[in-house]
């Protein structure tokens, strides 16, 4: 059973591309078939079922109670049988069942994971205060040339050369100099 859901950018959007694009999130080995409690969470958080009428013990509960008993994970049956079962309640003002299920399908159509906010900084300033390199002393200061940027294996380690010259002798290469 195949869900269109027609879009105001009059794309089709199938609830499998939805179901496949939050199983496929964060994981590379998945075939975009199943979907665990976690991603099905995110699901609901992301596409707005999860709210004021619809609480996260709600999404689990019912996610527990579709998935088969030893398993972790739901197919796009149990999924379909889950959005039925939940549409009841996050439109409730709704008249008909069909009315609900087609508003919780229009809900979620077509979207995809999001990641924005996940790796926002919490404090500007003083990450810019710790990542200065014009204050840092010591041998940390040795690291980073003039404009900032680091010197890579240079600036972490004493490099030797291997000229036959005892380390630290200023006369380098004066020999022949001298004798002529």
Same mark, same amino acid.
């Not at 030893?70 to 709704?94: A, H, M, Q, S, W």
């Not at 980073?144 to 630290?168: L, M, Q, S, T």
């Given at each position: 059973?195949?869900?269109?859901?027609?879009?105001n950018?009059?794309n089709?959007?199938?609830?499998?591309?939805?179901? !496949?694009?939050?199983?496929?999130?964060?994981?590379?080995?998945?075939?975009?078939k199943?979907?665990?409690n976690?991603?099905?969470?995110?699901?609901?958080?992301?596409?707005?079922i999860?709210?004021?009428?619809?609480?996260?013990?709600?999404? /689990?509960?019912?996610f527990?109670? *579709?998935?088969?008993?030893?398993?972790?994970?739901?197919?796009?049956?149990?999924?379909?049988?889950?959005?039925?079962?939940?549409? +009841?309640?996050?439109?409730?003002?709704?008249?008909?069942?069909? /009315?609900?299920?087609?508003?919780?399908?229009?809900?979620? !159509?077509?979207?995809?994971?999001?990641?924005?906010?996940t790796?926002?900084?919490a404090?500007?300033? !003083?990450?810019?205060?710790?990542?200065?390199?014009?204050k *840092?002393?010591?041998?940390h200061?040795e690291?980073?040339?003039?404009?900032?940027?680091?010197?890579?294996?240079?600036?972490r380690?004493?490099? +030797?050369?291997?000229?036959g010259y005892?380390?630290? *002798?200023?006369?380098?290469?004066?020999?022949?100099?001298?004798?002529?």
């Amino acid at each position: 059973q195949h869900y269109f859901i027609q879009s105001n950018l009059s794309n089709q959007f199938t609830m499998e591309e939805t179901f !496949a694009n939050f199983s496929k999130f964060g994981d590379t080995k998945s075939t975009g078939k199943e979907l665990d409690n976690k991603k099905f969470s995110k699901l609901c958080k992301e596409t707005g079922i999860m709210g004021k009428l619809v609480t996260s013990t709600d999404v /689990d509960i019912i996610f527990s109670k *579709y998935k088969p008993k030893g398993g972790r994970t739901i197919t796009i049956k149990e999924f379909n049988l889950i959005l039925d079962e939940l549409c +009841v309640k996050r439109f409730p003002k709704k008249e008909s069942l069909d /009315d609900k299920k087609q508003a919780i399908r229009e809900l979620i !159509a077509g979207k995809g994971p999001g990641t924005t906010g996940t790796t926002k900084l919490a404090n500007k300033e !003083a990450t810019a205060r710790l990542t200065d390199t014009s204050k *840092y002393t010591g041998s940390h200061k040795e690291r980073f040339g003039a404009d900032g940027k680091g010197k890579g294996i240079e600036g972490r380690e004493e490099r +030797v050369e291997n000229d036959g010259y005892v380390a630290g *002798y200023k006369n380098n290469d004066t020999w022949d100099k001298i004798r002529d």
